[in-house]
């Protein structure tokens, strides 16, 4: 295992000498790479390398540095190795790559950040509206989107509900209360 | 002849015998809104059988008696369900099962669930639980008939008296939704 | 006069009759299929609450004219399919509006109700009620090959269409038609598992499929219409199992128990069986059914 990944760094780092590489137990490698290499660096994997599953595409935001993290997750079925590829892209216009163009299925994946987290991808074709109808607000999974204060003022709210109680006071303060009568046999 | 056909004393009995029918064959959409439509199958099948109330599936809304909003509702969802909702024939009730109904529940601070069903669909009976066992669920049919029979379930026609306050808080979560002109 | 008073009064209390038991006989279907199925099911009454309950909507919602027709037809077609068969042997009530070519009336009048329903589910304009109107009629083409075939082998083998000729036949020589020409029987006792839409046949109506068919936009007193008249229908059709092979009945309580015991066959393989497909439907019926009508005829011909 240990040489088949010291061979993948060394590939990869013939063809991509930008690329910085991060070993981690078992069978995880990360690289992290900018974002014009995406879609030659997925291809790479996909075609010469072998690793021909993209298992998932997920982003992280990062409010205090600024930036959004794409990291795509690729795994091949014979060295059974699972690799994240990370990239950052700037939070205030973010336009990355396309690549529904090597693997389908990153077709729904990209839609969905287009609508959650503000993402434009270039030459993405597919309908505006992905799940929510009607949403004029900003992309909702974004950190700096309170959703409390949002619902607060768009839906009406049933007065006395509490919140955020602790749950061994209440236990305790229940478990001393009267059990009625039909309940009897349920309790210990 | 008239007048003994036309008191009130004959409509008292024409009322009783209609509620006693209407509360022993309950039909219900089969349509689950949310995720405590889970609850729903064990309810009418061999265990716990809701079928000995007389309460069974019915396939469409032009069918069906009573609508069960199980669970969360989405303003997506709220708009289907406000069409299945005038699609369905007097008189007709609506039963709001679990607590996202009644404060929101699991999902109060989301964006996109409405958490309180009242100011949207006049709700009848409302089921607390998340998600209630079934035992609850034949509970709150029973209750419902209880309230068929003294003759005051009537969302239906709360809904239309106040349609304008029902139009206009749908509204607010809505924006652009056209609706039809209703002349009841 | 006389004649004509009581023959009136008796098409009155045929029809209620009918309306009865069929309904009486729905509700006990649902309570044996509940024991077969481990649990308590509705009451036995619990048909003709539903159909109460259906009646007192107040409001009613319609699509246009051919809406009403729809219902209309099939309550009609059941009514006529009633009033030609002769449901008691003698006496002056029940005896009903037969006359002599009663089985060729029959034969066509037992497509005109599905026809009429057609017209109504066309006009609704929603798809789902033209897919189960489509698959209702090719049903239908189904299971009337082996009917017609037992229907014709009977009419061959004793030179008769008329319905009353058959019962004094059997009356005469005291074996019943079920004994005497077997072939018949089972091809028509096949078939009637296609004729009262119980399972495996039953994908036309159930409410699982395309929101229950033809009726999916029929509500309140459309309803009501629908399912008295099928009551009614599936009472009439009993009757003329058991006046062609059975022999008849003398009394009301025999013609119960008759009925009943003709009632078990659909119903009990019906609780068991899973939906056939309808071109698996129209297979099975083009199938074995086909070969005993065959047999049928080539005995009623021979012998």
């Known amino acids: 295992m240990e040489k088949i990944k010291a061979n993948l760094i060394e590939h990869v780092k013939s063809s991509f000498p930008e690329a910085s590489a991060t070993n981690h137990d078992g069978n995880r490698l990360d690289f992290t790479v900018k974002k014009e290499c995406i879609p030659s660096i997925l291809t790479n994997f996909k075609d010469i390398l072998g690793y021909i599953h993209l298992s998932h ?58 609508e959650m987290y503000g993402i434009q991808f270039t030459g993405l074709v597919g309908a505006e509206e992905f799940i929510l109808e ?23 709210h049933r ?20 059990i009625p009568d039909y309940a009897k046999k349920y309790s210990r | 002849m008239i007048k003994m056909i036309n008191d009130k004393n004959s409509q008292k009995i024409v009322d009783i015998i209609q509620n006693w029918s209407r509360k022993h064959s309950i039909w219900v959409l089969a349509y689950g809104t949310g995720c405590g439509a889970i609850e729903i199958p064990p309810t009418m099948t061999s265990r716990y059988d809701a079928e000995r109330m007389g309460v069974r599936g019915a396939a469409t809304p032009r069918q069906a008696d009573v609508l069960l909003i199980t669970g969360y509702l989405t303003t997506k969802t709220l708009k289907r369900v406000l069409r299945v909702y005038e699609q369905m024939q007097d008189p007709k009730y609506v039963i709001g099962f679990g607590s996202c109904t009644i404060n929101g529940g699991m999902y109060y601070d989301s964006y996109n669930t409405i958490k309180v069903l009242d100011k949207y669909l006049p709700v009848d009976v409302y089921i607390n639980g998340c998600m209630p066992r079934p035992e609850a669920v034949l509970a709150g049919f029973g ?35 056209k609706r039809p002109e209703y002349n009841w | 006069m006389e004649f004509t008073i009581y023959t009136l009064l008796g098409i009155i209390a045929t029809i209620v009759l009918a309306f009865v038991v069929g309904m009486t006989y729905m509700g006990l279907s649902r309570k044996i299929i509940a024991r077969i199925q481990n649990r308590k099911g509705p009451p036995v009454y619990q048909n003709f609450i539903d159909v109460m309950k259906l009646y007192s909507k107040t409001t009613a919602i319609n699509h246009g004219f051919m809406q009403h027709v729809g219902p209309a037809f ?17 006496g002056r009530w029940f005896g009903n509006l037969n006359f002599s070519g009663d089985l060729v009336f029959l034969l066509y009048i037992m497509v005109f109700g599905p026809l009429g329903m057609a017209l109504g589910a066309g006009q609704t304009g929603n798809p789902n009620s033209a897919i189960g109107v489509t698959r209702g009629l090719s049903q239908m083409v189904g299971f009337e090959i082996p009917w017609v075939m037992a229907l014709v082998a009977l009419m061959i083998q004793f030179n008769t269409t008329s319905i009353v000729d058959l019962l004094n036949i059997q009356t005469e020589s005291g074996i019943w038609l079920m004994f005497s020409s077997p072939f018949a029987f089972i091809a028509a006792v096949l078939a009637m598992l296609g004729m009262f839409r119980y399972s495996p046949f039953d994908i036309v109506g159930a409410p699982t499929e395309l929101a229950s068919g033809p009726v999916s936009e029929n509500g309140g007193k459309y309803l009501f219409t629908m399912m008295s008249s099928s009551s009614i ?31 078990l066959i659909p119903m009990l393989y019906g609780a068991v069986s899973p939906r056939y497909r309808t071109e698996q439907a129209i297979r099975y019926f083009w199938g074995w059914p086909t070969f005993f009508g065959l047999l049928a005829i080539i005995y009623a011909v021979v012998f």
Do not use: H
Request: negative net charge; glycine residues 4%.
């Open chain 3, 74 to 90: 099939l309550m009609v077609a059941s009514i006529m399919a009633l009033m030609v068969v002769p449901v008691l042997n003698e």
């Open chain 1, 159 to 178: 007065p006395g509900r509490e919140d955020a109680l602790d749950v061994r006071e209440e236990i305790i303060k229940r478990s001393l209360e009267e």
């Open chain 2, 143 to 177: 209750k419902l008939q209880e309230l068929i029979g003294e003759g005051k379930a009537n969302g239906a026609t709360k809904y239309k008296e106040n349609l304008e306050w029902y139009r206009a808080n749908q509204k607010k979560v809505i924006p652009t939704w």
């Open chain 1, 134 to 156: 009607d949403w004029d607000g900003p992309p909702p999974m974004r950190r700096d989107f309170d959703t409390e204060k949002y619902a607060e003022e768009t839906f009406f």
């Open chain 1, 57 to 114: 595409i997920t982003c992280v935001d990062w409010l205090e540095e600024g930036e959004f993290e794409m990291i795509y997750i690729v795994w091949s079925p014979e060295d059974k190795i699972k690799i994240f590829v990370r990239t950052r892209v700037e939070r205030d216009n973010p336009v990355m790559p396309n690549i529904d163009m090597i693997w389908r299925q990153a077709n729904t994946y990209e839609r969905e950040f287009r």
């Open chain 3, 233 to 263: 229908f599936a009472f009439a059709k009993l009757v003329l199992y058991v006046d062609i092979f059975m022999g008849g009945a003398g009394n009301l309580v025999e013609l119960l128990l008759k009925t009943f015991a003709i009632y």
